[in-house]
């Protein structure tokens, strides 16, 4: 069902799924911060951080300057006519500006992505070495994980299961660029697949500091035992522009 979805669906349906999630992602980095503080400000800064997809979607890059200048005003006048405990004024703004530039901006990208020549093959390309990746880091990490790779941030995570998540992402684009990117070569395989294997660890570890910081385990629970969109996106949101940026390069 989701491969066909992702197969067939045009670019604009991924827009609004794309909006769907920055929303649903939004709400769910802003609780973690703010709880039940803020709730107007959550709601509406989630809303319109959402809505900068739009813009990306039109390729109307005036229009998302604008979208996010107002999401930006919008916030200072809430925050200016709402102020609050001010020792705690800077980290909550800070913080949901953060997020206006966290989630529609990064996933802005797949819809970016999917409006390309072979966007479908590129979407693909990114899920599998980003699966891929997780899952090898995972079993290597387990089997011989010896020397901790963050343990400040994520004690769990080794040197030894980082490397070999970088070897299952060669492996997981070797298998899309054969089933949806024929023109890939070895050397395409394997510099693709090892930037994309380091930046989507590198997404996972900050959403793992952001959740650090905030003393939650995890972003949400609309996920029963699994988490919350932002912990199935956190690899994805800093893979999506980079393979956006390398299709338009390679291709």
Not at 65 to 86: A, E, Q
Not at 138 to 157: D, E, I, N, Q
Not at 221 to 241: E, Q, T, V
């Amino acid at each position: 069902m989701l491969i066909a979805f992702l197969y067939y669906s045009t670019s604009g349906i991924f827009a609004l799924v794309a909006a769907a999630f920055s929303l649903v992602g939004l709400l769910e980095f802003n609780r973690m911060a703010l709880q039940a503080e803020r709730v107007t400000e959550q709601y509406l800064s989630s809303i319109a951080g959402s809505l900068l997809i739009i813009p990306l979607y039109l390729h109307r890059f005036d229009l998302l300057l604008l979208f996010l200048v107002s999401s930006l005003l919008l916030l200072t006048l809430l925050y200016l006519f709402n102020l609050g405990p001010l020792d705690q004024l800077i980290f909550r703004l800070g913080w949901q500006i953060l997020g206006l530039v966290y989630l529609p901006l990064l996933l802005g990208h797949l819809v970016l992505l999917r409006q390309l020549p072979d966007g479908r093959g590129w979407v693909f390309l990114v899920l599998f070495a980003v699966m891929a990746c997780d899952s090898a880091a995972y079993f290597v990490g387990v089997s011989f994980g010896k020397h901790k790779l963050y343990p400040s941030v994520s004690p769990k995570k080794s040197v030894e299961g980082a490397l070999g998540g970088l070897v299952g992402s060669c492996l997981g684009v070797g298998l899309a660029a054969k089933l949806f990117l024929p023109a890939f070569g070895f050397g395409h395989i394997v510099l693709v697949g090892t930037l994309i294997g380091v930046v989507g660890q590198v997404g996972d570890l900050f959403e793992s500091l952001l959740k650090r910081a905030c003393g939650v385990k995890d972003s949400g629970g609309i996920f029963p035992g699994h988490g919350g969109i932002l912990d199935r996106l956190d690899s994805l949101l800093f893979a999506f522009p980079l393979a956006y940026y390398l299709a338009q390069v390679i291709s």
